[in-house]
């Protein structure tokens, strides 16, 4: 069953039990789950049919970034295995979402695709470092604006964009942004970082939370206060 919550809990875990443990504690009508890296290689795509079977939409979070004929067919491939949302890394370029969203359209595949503009662990001296001198935010801008030309429906960013992606790109751009923080939980590797209220404010769509939940000692009262938040 379908969810109009924003929250969608990262399961970062190492195996597929562990996974499970935590979707059977969380409830498909309250939060949606993303699968990323490291839990698809493990599990593969026996952890899809097990959350589908517990009723989850899933964000499968695993980043293709490759020529434009490969990523069309693992996004078709992500998309016949029935998830609710796939990426791309939108740095890949116009041919390769292009490729991507024609493919799911010549398909009649119905998942949502969207593309990671910066990685919300980057800043300004990450970027440096890959040779692109702007700060994050102005990449971030000119990554979504060729994500939106090139067919895609949102695009991965961190709420601190949220507002400018919205002005720019509309409301029904989605704006899916990690880097989540509570007010109660630690960074980690995170650098640009909101509360999940604030993140709502200014103009995301879905906020993508894992440890501040999977990591908390009592992860049903770590969900349950960032949902009062949100209410509140
Ligand atoms: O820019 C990005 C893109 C993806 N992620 C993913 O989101 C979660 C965040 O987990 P936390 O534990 O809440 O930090 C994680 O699965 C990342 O792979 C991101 O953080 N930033």
Redesign the pocket.
């Given at each position: 069953m379908a969810t109009d919550s924003p929250l969608i809990i990262?399961?970062?875990y190492s195996s597929l039990d562990a996974a499970l443990c935590m979707a059977d504690q969380l409830d498909p009508k309250r939060c949606r789950v993303?699968v990323?890296?490291e839990l698809f290689t493990r599990s593969g795509p026996a952890v899809l049919e097990a959350l589908h079977g517990r009723g989850f939409e899933i964000f499968l979070?695993l980043?293709f970034h490759d020529i434009p004929n490969t990523v069309a067919g693992a996004v078709q491939a992500a998309a016949e295995q029935g998830v609710w949302m796939v990426?791309v890394h939108a740095c890949g370029g116009r041919k390769m979402m292009e490729a991507a969203a024609k493919r799911l359209d010549d398909h009649r595949l119905s998942t949502h695709l969207i593309a990671?503009?910066?990685?919300?662990?980057?800043q300004a001296e990450d970027l440096r470092e890959t040779g692109i001198d702007d700060t994050p935010e102005a990449h971030v801008l000119r990554l979504a604006a060729l994500t939106q030309q090139s067919g895609l429906g949102g695009v991965?960013?961190?709420a601190q964009e949220a507002a400018q992606i919205k002005s720019l790109f509309g409301n029904d751009f989605l704006k899916v942004t990690?880097?989540?923080?509570p007010s109660f939980?630690a960074a980690?590797?995170?650098e640009?970082i909101m509360t999940p209220s604030d993140a709502m404010r200014v103009g995301s769509t879905h906020l993508?939370?894992?440890?501040?939940?999977?990591?908390a000692k009592e992860p049903m009262m770590a969900l349950a206060s960032i949902e009062a938040e949100l209410a509140g």
């Open positions: 990262a399961l970062d993303k990323g890296k979070d980043k990426n990671v503009t910066v990685l919300t662990s980057m991965v960013c961190s990690p880097g989540i923080r939980a980690n590797d995170q640009r993508v939370i894992g440890r501040p939940i999977t990591q």
